[in-house]
């Protein structure tokens, strides 16, 4: 360990090493694509690095990084649709990662092609970090500050009024069709799509803890939380109305083996609670927890909530997510989905879905919990 090169107050500097990169697009002249801009292509796309050499001015060597089309992959992923000839919008992915923000970060940045990332913070009032450059040509991060006060401005910054300053959301997992060591990476410009992911991993999150929570009450001794590891789910491409005009945006769901390893163990631990509380007549917590559970059972993954905790991408995911970007990130055609050579947002009115039982989960392992005492608590 260095401080100070390696880590930074103990914390590692992590590079991610991709296997590959999962998009829903078109780079600029690419594939259907003849424009200059990146063109969202409605379905996924299984990519790999691809690295070529070029002689620049004065006969400097030049490296320059691209994704292509994986074709074995692309078409075993084709293959492993339940009708082969579908056009494949839903790829089964699996975590092996524990808990969301080993896998999972959504920030406001800008970048540029020329310099990489610009700037980057977690929304309205959190610290914004900007790239400066001295007089010497030297590179050095500042704390960016509006009307003397540190912390990002969010609507009235005006990067974020010219468009150039966008949010972006990055997806670390391990596709079924190419398990690797190295994980593949999925992101995303969509605000939908961004909104729609956190909302599914923290309600996923919640099931993962009321689950637990059952399991040791059975074991009837303290088990280690696993989280999301070896769990898998669905990324579903499909189409909605957004500002009035068909857009393509990107689930996170459930696979039937995650929902069934899941929702069992919640199944056992409500029966085993309202048994309880049946027998000691609390009618009025028998009540409530099974409202709860019932939603719990038949709710929708797809409801939008508030995730908690994003942490910083690592260096590699910054130069990455940097070449995808002209050198004034404001230029160029807006579309829905991260493509193979960019990633851009839609315009337009996007409201995000309507926030309904965020605590559920919560509120069914607190009840669980308390299942196992000999009496129900009083309301």
């Not at 400066?132 to 006060?149: H, I, L, N, S």
């Not at 300053?165 to 596709?175: A, E, T």
């Not at 028998?286 to 942490?311: K, R, T």
Request: charged share 30%; net charge negative.
């Amino acid at each position: 360990m260095i401080e100070g090169l390696t880590h930074e107050d103990g914390q590692l500097h992590k590079i991610t090493k991709y296997k590959g990169k999962i998009s829903a697009g078109f780079a600029p002249g690419e594939g259907t694509n003849k424009s200059n801009s990146p063109k969202a292509a409605g379905f996924f796309r299984m990519l790999k690095e691809q690295v070529t050499s070029q002689r620049g001015k004065g006969d400097k060597i030049i490296t320059i990084k691209s994704w292509a089309l994986n074709e074995p992959v692309q078409k075993a992923l084709e293959q492993s649709l339940p009708n082969p000839n579908d056009t494949p919008r839903r790829i089964e992915i699996v975590s092996l990662y524990k808990t969301v923000s080993e896998m999972w970060e959504s920030s406001m940045a800008m970048y540029s092609s020329t310099d990489g990332l610009l700037c980057k913070s977690h929304g309205v009032g959190t610290l914004a970090r900007k790239l400066e450059f001295t007089a010497d040509g030297d590179r050095r991060w500042v704390d960016r500050e509006f009307d003397g006060k540190v912390g990002c401005a969010f609507n009235d910054c005006p990067d974020k009024q010219a468009n150039k300053c966008k949010p972006i959301g990055l997806l670390k997992c391990f596709p079924v069709v190419d398990m690797a060591p190295n994980p593949y990476r999925f992101e995303t410009r969509s605000i939908n799509t961004i909104i729609g992911i956190e909302s599914a991993l923290q309600d996923l999150e919640r099931l993962l803890m009321a689950a637990h929570a059952v399991k040791q009450l059975e074991a009837g001794k303290q088990l280690d939380y696993e989280g999301f590891f070896g769990a898998k789910m669905y990324l579903v491409h499909r189409k909605v109305k957004s500002g009035g005009r068909d857009v393509y945006i990107t689930d996170l769901m459930p696979t039937e083996e995650f929902t069934q390893n899941v929702m069992e163990p919640i199944k056992r631990g409500l029966k085993k609670r309202n048994e309880v509380a049946q027998l000691s007549g609390a009618a009025g917590n028998v009540s409530l927890l099974n409202q709860a559970g019932q939603q719990l059972l038949e709710g929708s993954s797809e409801e939008a909530v508030e995730i908690d905790g994003p942490v910083d991408m690592d260096v590699s995911d910054e130069k990455e997510i940097a070449v995808n970007f002209d050198a004034d990130a404001a230029d160029g055609e807006v579309i829905e989905e991260a493509p193979a050579g960019g990633a851009d947002d839609f315009k337009g009115s996007q409201e995000p879905s309507e926030q309904t039982g965020s605590d559920m989960g919560k509120e069914v392992a607190e009840s669980l919990m308390a299942g196992s005492k000999e009496t129900p608590e009083k309301s």
